[in-house]
Structures are given as structure tokens and as C-alpha cells.
């Protein structure tokens, strides 16, 4: 399981913030829409310009009041640089063991990449505390309640790539716990007042789900 920070703040608002091409210098202002428009998980991938250095300040910033890590991590050393600025969040493309293994003696919450439910089951023997379900647009909701099915019941399934504030509720429904949101919710360069207004689009779309 999450840690008990990353289970409350799933609960809250379980949005995924992915600030793909985002620099340290922009960071604080889209971050803080973010956060007051209800996101708790900020992820910055490390294919971004300096992003140890801008997930070093939001974690300063931000820190107690949500869960800042990165995204597109592939390496231990990856892991141990996260470990040192203090992140809290490893979210992975993929599922190597290594590197799983490695962000979880770091203390950090791990969501790997997963497609298939080999990659799954691999993943979370390896000790991964949930699954991201990499690309989702390509797995589908239906793709995803079949895994669902053999997966522990209690498992977080964040589905990633391609998740929309239109077809939200229909990974919902399908089991998902989180929601990676990327492109449709930040593209490198957009201003923070862009960020928010796409922001409020999914949150209003997450709490428009019934029940």
C-alpha cells in the first residue's frame, strides 16, 4: 500500500499532476494553482529541463501540502538524487525491479509503468505499493477492469496517457484510484492561469462522477 500521506491525498483528489517540460523558474506559480485548485500529487518528469533542481524547490515550497516526486524515473541513481532533495514520489515508465526495489528503501511512494498483468504481478513482487497503467489510451477502461479482476482488490491503479476529463469517469468506473494527466493538463510552456483553467476542468469532471 501508499503511504498514509499518498492514500489521504488520493482520497482528497486522486489527479496526478505530470509537468512534462517544466522549468524551475515557472514551477512555483503553476504549482501553487495546482494546489489551490485541489491537485496533491505533483510528479515533474526527469526528462524536463534541471528537474532535480525544480523538484528540490516544490518539495521546499510545497512539501507539506502535497506529494512532490518525479516522473520518467529509470535509474537507482535517479532514485538516489530523489532520495536527497527529499522527494517523495517515483512514478516509473516502466517496471524494472531495480528500480522499484530502490525507491522503495528510499521511503518513497513508487507507481511504475505497467501494461500487462505480468508486468503487474512482476512489479508488485518487486515490492511496488501501486501500478500505473502505461499508455492507458491503449489498455482502455475495459483493458483496465479486466486487470482489475486478478489484481488485489485494495491495489492503486493509476491509469496514464490519454486520460481526459471526458473519459475520467469511465477509468473510474473501470477501477482506477489515481489519474496521471499530462499533456491535456500542462504542455511546456503554458502560463499558470492556462494550467488552472485545464486544472479546474478535470477537478470539476472528477467530482461530477456519481457516487
Request: with cysteine; proline share 7%.
Given at each position: 500500500?501508499?503511504s498514509?500521506?499518498?492514500?489521504?491525498?488520493?482520497?482528497?483528489?486522486?489527479?496526478?499532476?505530470?509537468?512534462?517540460?517544466?522549468?524551475?523558474?515557472e514551477?512555483?506559480?503553476?504549482?501553487?494553482?495546482?494546489?489551490?485548485?485541489?491537485?496533491?500529487?505533483?510528479e515533474?518528469?526527469?526528462?524536463s529541463?534541471?528537474?532535480?533542481?525544480?523538484?528540490?524547490r516544490l518539495?521546499e515550497?510545497f512539501?507539506?501540502?502535497?506529494?512532490?516526486?518525479?516522473?520518467?524515473?529509470?535509474?537507482?541513481?535517479d532514485?538516489?538524487?530523489l532520495?536527497?532533495i527529499?522527494?517523495?514520489?517515483?512514478?516509473m515508465?516502466h517496471?524494472?525491479?531495480?528500480?522499484?526495489?530502490?525507491?522503495?528503501?528510499?521511503g518513497?511512494?513508487?507507481?511504475?509503468?505497467?501494461?500487462t498483468?505480468?508486468e503487474?504481478?512482476s512489479?508488485?513482487k518487486?515490492?511496488?505499493q501501486?501500478l500505473k497503467?502505461?499508455?492507458a489510451?491503449l489498455v482502455?477502461p475495459?483493458?483496465?477492469?479486466?486487470?482489475?479482476?486478478?489484481?488485489p482488490?485494495?491495489l492503486?491503479?493509476?491509469?496514464?496517457?490519454?486520460?481526459?476529463?471526458?473519459?475520467?469517469?469511465?477509468?473510474?468506473?473501470?477501477?482506477?484510484?489515481?489519474f496521471?494527466?499530462?499533456?491535456?493538463?500542462?504542455?511546456?510552456g503554458?502560463d499558470?492561469a492556462t494550467v488552472?483553467r485545464?486544472?479546474d476542468?478535470y477537478v470539476?469532471?472528477?467530482r461530477?462522477?456519481?457516487g
Amino acid at each position: 500500500m501508499p503511504s498514509q500521506d499518498c492514500m489521504r491525498y488520493l482520497e482528497e483528489m486522486p489527479l496526478i499532476a505530470i509537468l512534462r517540460g517544466i522549468r524551475p523558474d515557472e514551477a512555483d506559480a503553476i504549482v501553487s494553482e495546482l494546489i489551490d485548485a485541489g491537485f496533491r500529487l505533483i510528479e515533474v518528469p526527469l526528462n524536463s529541463p534541471q528537474p532535480f533542481d525544480t523538484i528540490a524547490r516544490l518539495v521546499e515550497r510545497f512539501g507539506d501540502r502535497a506529494l512532490i516526486g518525479a516522473g520518467t524515473v529509470t535509474t537507482t541513481g535517479d532514485v538516489a538524487e530523489l532520495k536527497r532533495i527529499g522527494a517523495r514520489l517515483q512514478v516509473m515508465p516502466h517496471a524494472d525491479a531495480e528500480v522499484i526495489r530502490a525507491g522503495v528503501e528510499a521511503g518513497m511512494d513508487v507507481f511504475p509503468g505497467v501494461m500487462t498483468p505480468t508486468e503487474a504481478f512482476s512489479a508488485l513482487k518487486a515490492g511496488a505499493q501501486a501500478l500505473k497503467i502505461f499508455p492507458a489510451n491503449l489498455v482502455g477502461p475495459e483493458g483496465i477492469k479486466a486487470m482489475r479482476s486478478v489484481l488485489p482488490p485494495d491495489l492503486v491503479i493509476a491509469p496514464t496517457g490519454g486520460v481526459s476529463a471526458d473519459n475520467l469517469a469511465d477509468f473510474a468506473k473501470a477501477g482506477a484510484r489515481g489519474f496521471g494527466l499530462g499533456s491535456g493538463l500542462y504542455k511546456a510552456g503554458q502560463d499558470a492561469a492556462t494550467v488552472r483553467r485545464a486544472a479546474d476542468a478535470y477537478v470539476a469532471a472528477w467530482r461530477g462522477i456519481p457516487g
